[in-house]
């Protein structure tokens, strides 16, 4: 059984950095597609960033880049997603998700794995 557990999130102000953390198991992380997406309540879950499987280099949403930066750990089995110069607009819960296909996706619809999700709110 697949489990993504993020962590991280919280109530920061504006300018103001974080670190989420997503703990994986249950499927082979190095050769995984991994991606961060985050959701608004009322809007549609948001592609942030990914890492294709087994790629080295990683895409960030084009709203996103400069600030946000994803990463991974494969000897802990962690994605990371470090966030800087946050803005109120960032406010949603950010979730990681995991897939077996091969490329590199930003559909939701092309990961089978999600996290809970963690809350991230920026004051400003």
């Known amino acids: 059984q697949v489990q993504l557990v993020e962590s991280g999130g919280g109530l920061v102000q504006a300018g103001g950095s974080l670190r989420l953390s997503c703990a994986a198991s249950?499927?082979?992380?190095?050769?995984?597609?991994m991606a961060w997406f985050r959701q608004v309540r009322g809007k549609e879950r948001e592609f942030v960033a990914a890492f294709a499987r087994s790629a080295k280099t990683p895409y960030h949403a084009r709203r996103v880049r400069g600030r946000i930066t994803i990463s991974r750990d494969n000897a802990k089995n962690v994605l990371f997603l470090q966030m800087n110069n946050l803005k109120p607009e960032d406010t949603a819960v950010y979730y990681c998700?995991?897939?077996?296909?091969?490329?590199?996706?930003?559909?939701?619809?092309?990961?089978?794995?999600w996290g809970q999700g963690t809350q991230v709110t920026v004051s400003s």
């Open positions: 249950g499927r082979t992380f190095e050769t995984s597609g």
């Open positions: 998700a995991s897939t077996t296909l091969i490329g590199l996706f930003d559909g939701k619809e092309a990961y089978d794995y």
